[in-house]
């Protein structure tokens, strides 16, 4: 079946790269995302890539997809402490049911 | 911006009680969603609607019910709470014309069912 997975937790010093990362099992996919969540709010799309896409760069926002692995990664070059919330990845399958499933999310910590 | 009013906030009900939840959104989206988020499982689809009177299940339906009687309006329904339906509560809505493309969420409804 369908499965997104994230590690739980990563800790980066502010000004810092960070990289998050994700794996997903189905390969229709279509849309992969990054969503922000910070306490007690909704989550926050952030950025998104087309499946036939490698990369993309938004800003501090970098999306690298490795279709071959499976394999989303999202960097965020210079993280501030305002980068700290739940990071999610979702993928969006196009199928005989469409269906968005959501990673369980990756909690970044930015310490200064 | 879509801009997605969720009411209440906050809500505490006993166990067996009817509770509904409320989202209302400001632009003509036809996409509509309730997830449940809840620690270790990330978001799951409750129920979503496509249109007016047009909803359909998610992966964890059982013990809800939706109404859209209005494309602004899309209400969320427990008949009966159980204390498993104790969780965060989000509603969403598809930015494009197309599902589960592109969602923007509300704030959430903290739910606990004592």
């Known amino acids: 079946g369908e499965d997104v997975e994230q590690s739980l937790f990563l800790s980066v010093r502010e000004g810092d790269s960070s990289v998050i990362n994700c794996t997903y099992t189905?390969?229709?996919?279509?849309?992969l995302y990054w969503y922000k969540q910070e306490p007690g709010a909704g989550l926050q799309l952030l950025t998104y890539i087309f499946s036939n896409m490698d990369m993309k760069q938004d800003q501090r926002l970098t999306v690298l997809l490795n279709k071959k692995d499976k394999h989303l990664s999202l960097r965020i070059a210079d993280t501030q402490t305002g980068d700290s919330a739940i990071y999610f990845c979702a993928e969006s399958i196009r199928g005989n049911t469409d269906k968005l499933i959501f990673g369980t999310g990756t909690r970044l910590q930015v310490f200064p | 911006d879509a801009g997605i009013t969720q009411s209440p906030r906050h809500k505490v009900t006993e166990t067996g009680t009817p509770v509904t939840l409320r989202c209302h959104q400001t632009?003509?989206?036809?996409?509509m969603y309730w997830y449940r988020q809840d620690p270790g499982h990330g978001l799951r689809l409750i129920h979503y609607?496509?249109?007016?009177?047009?909803?359909d299940k998610g992966e964890v339906s059982d013990g809800y019910s939706v109404s859209r009687s209005k494309t602004e309006d899309f209400l969320l329904t427990l008949e009966s709470a159980t204390s498993s339906q104790t969780s965060v509560y989000f509603c969403a809505i598809s930015e494009t014309q197309i599902l589960n493309e592109k969602l923007f969420f509300g704030s959430g409804t903290q739910l606990s069912v004592l």
């Open positions: 189905d390969s229709s996919s279509t849309y």
């Open positions: 609607s496509y249109g007016v009177k047009d909803t």
């Open positions: 632009e003509n989206h036809r996409y």
